[in-house]
């Protein structure tokens, strides 16, 4: 066989079905190896479409999720993708293909060091140079991607290594012997449970961890305790549906009770999390009152950020049933009334005045969240939308809520949503995007369209770089540099044009209507929300602020 | 701050340095042996936070190196 084809029989080896790319020359012989085979290839028209759908898939099913390129430009815009996977400590494998070897260091066309720009932003990457290594990498970027923290792996291979035949028996042998796993300390989590009991106001804070498949049992240790808890935006759909304590997001535009109850805390047990900035804000005044116990699959984390006291270095999984078992060794303790305390320190969502009649791009997400299935899929893109429903979102489970949470890509919430529909075929799944991040990934709605594939995308057009717009508002003197699209196309007719159906809402007296239709929809569909251009995301803590310093209306 | 690592991949050593960089430290001396492994010597001087950071993120290297993380 030739080196492509033992490209492709190593991802069905690995169990891959679907994989997202584009084609270019130096990867044609592995498209050459596709053409007659059992994986299925999702043509894309951009690249990083190409890393966010493969990244939407993985995040929406726990599974790896595999894009390809070509090399050159064809893999560095597979870049931002793979920090995205990086970031979110999302598993994918990324191929790309190489200029031929005897042109490597000539600036050979579409020639690039792929491995040396993707250094940092994968837990690995590999060039193969000889094709009898083909399978042994491909498994091994499987191994690596899955492994611990999970993240992206790049193979880049050459042209003539694709092209050259091997008998392919020996790539399958050269498995990698993985580390040894961490497994919690049993002295830890003793010390752990013994905080948990001497607490008057401890909060628990999960983060993306849990989307590794530990849901259920987070679940199970906050209903044991009844204690306030709150989520990262990585974690939503991790706390058990109607779980009263659950407070909801935490973070610079996090929900007051969950931000206050963090803030008066005298034991935070963070779980999968990485007191990243935007939750702490200023994190020498991050709940300075609690002792803080942390968990976490990488060492790296403890102390990054905040310094724990006790910390549970292992698979979230095994911490949480170790915490369990050790906790109902003895009389379990509850937290009702403080509980009950934490709840009151929020109310209503605290939402702007839409002046004239204005589409309110809250009013139109709290209606669409009441329509959707609970069941249902959704992503988002990056902004102000990003903020909104993440505040209102009550998925099921982990994984029916993708965002671009660490890095905060632009354009991911599309593809992303294309991606995970190919992996939950049977759910809705919803995109919920803004006029600028949609804009990035506009030809993507080919892709809806040649595969028909049934995503229902929410665009919430308020003709402005919105989050931009918002923090030039309050704290660039309203200087408006950049953020205005009131030129915006005409969404309805771009998506009919790609033979998409498209709803529009103009007027918050059709919302309800047009949201039922569309929802009710058979097929991909693009909802158009024609919002006012000035509602801001409340409540929000400035950056490098604390709770203390939380705004709910403009001053 | 001195640093005596194992590491597998040699390109390791240049990320290390790239690090060093952007945390606003000095890579101050190398001394690399690459052969079946690599052992790899280093010293940085710069700011106690930056390399606190710096240890921490070759740390998280060595960790996926390893395949433990």
């Known amino acids: 066989m030739t080196g492509a084809q033992a490209v492709v029989e190593a991802l069905e080896r690995a169990g891959v079905e679907t994989i997202f790319g584009y084609p270019g020359g130096a990867i044609m012989p592995l498209y050459d190896a596709l053409y007659e085979h059992r994986v299925r290839h999702i043509l894309v028209r951009h690249e990083a479409a190409a890393a966010f759908a493969a990244s939407g898939y993985a995040r929406t099913s726990g599974r790896v999720g595999v894009c390809c390129a070509t090399s050159g430009p064809g893999a560095t815009n597979l870049v931002t993708g793979l920090l995205d996977a990086m970031m979110d400590s999302v598993p994918l494998v990324a191929i790309t293909g190489q200029v031929r070897s005897e042109l490597m260091g000539t600036d050979g066309f579409q020639e690039a060091d792929v491995c040396a720009i993707t250094q940092p932003v994968t837990k690995r990457n590999m060039l193969v140079t000889d094709v009898n290594h083909i399978g042994a990498s491909i498994a091994e970027a499987f191994a690596v991607a899955r492994r611990g923290r999970p993240g992206p792996v790049l193979v880049d291979i ?97 929900l007051k009770a969950a931000n206050k109850a963090v803030q008066r805390a005298d034991l935070l047990i963070a779980l999968g999390m990485r007191f990243d900035d935007r939750v702490t804000g200023k994190p020498d005044r991050f709940a300075r009152d609690a002792a803080v116990i942390h968990a976490d699959i990488d060492a790296t984390e403890f102390g990054k950020i905040v310094a724990p006291d006790v910390t549970l270095h292992g698979d979230l999984a095994d911490t949480l049933r170790a915490l369990i078992d050790e906790l109902a060794r003895e009389h379990v303790p509850r937290f009702d009334d403080w509980a009950a305390e934490a709840r009151l320190m929020g109310g209503a969502l605290p939402s702007d005045r839409v002046e004239n009649d204005g589409l309110s791009a809250t009013g139109v997400l709290d209606q669409l969240f009441a329509a959707i299935p609970d069941d249902a899929i959704v992503t988002t893109d990056v902004g102000q939308h990003q903020m909104w429903a993440a505040q209102r979102a009550r998925p099921a489970s982990p994984r029916r809520y993708a965002t671009s ?151 | 701050m001195t640093c005596d690592l194992t590491l597998r991949d040699v390109r390791s050593v240049a990320r290390i340095v790239n690090l060093a960089h952007r945390f606003n430290c000095r890579t101050t001396q190398i001394a690399v042996r690459a052969e079946a492994t690599v052992t790899a010597s280093f010293a940085f001087a710069g700011p106690d936070a930056a390399l606190l950071r710096l240890r921490a993120q070759i740390d998280r290297i060595v960790s996926y190196e390893a395949n433990a993380t």
């Open chain 1, 405 to 555: 949470a660490g890095l905060g890509a632009m354009g991911f919430g599309f593809p992303a949503a294309i991606g995970a529909a190919f992996a939950n075929p049977a759910v809705p799944v919803y995109a919920i995007v803004g006029d600028g991040g949609f804009q990035m990934c506009l030809p993507e709605l080919a892709t809806l369209r040649r595969y028909d594939v049934p995503v229902k995308i929410v665009l919430i057009d308020n003709q402005n770089l919105g989050m931009v717009r918002q923090w030039q508002e309050l704290f660039f003197s309203a200087r408006y540099s950049a953020t205005n699209l009131a030129d915006n196309p005409d969404f309805v007719a771009i998506a009919r044009a790609y033979g998409i159906d498209a709803h529009a809402i103009t007027a918050p007296a059709h919302a309800a209507d047009t949201i039922a239709r569309f929802v009710a929809s058979r097929g991909p569909a693009l909802l158009h929300c024609a919002c006012h251009p000035t509602e801001n995301v409340w409540p929000m803590i400035p950056a490098g602020m604390t709770v203390d310093d939380l705004m709910e209306a403009r001053a």
């Open chain 1, 158 to 254: 050459p042209n003539d290594v694709l092209k050259a035949r091997t008998d392919g028996n020996v790539a399958s042998e050269r498995r990698e012997a993985g580390g040894a796993q961490a497994r919690v300390s049993d002295a830890a989590v003793r010390d752990a449970v013994a905080r948990i009991r001497s607490a008057r106001r401890p909060v628990a804070i999960i983060g993306g961890g849990v989307r590794a498949g530990s849901a259920g049992l987070y679940r199970m240790f906050a209903a044991m305790l009844g204690l306030p808890h709150a989520a990262t935006i990585n974690a939503l759909g991790a706390a058990a549906p109607g779980d009263p304590n659950y407070l909801g997001m935490l973070g610079m535009h996090g």
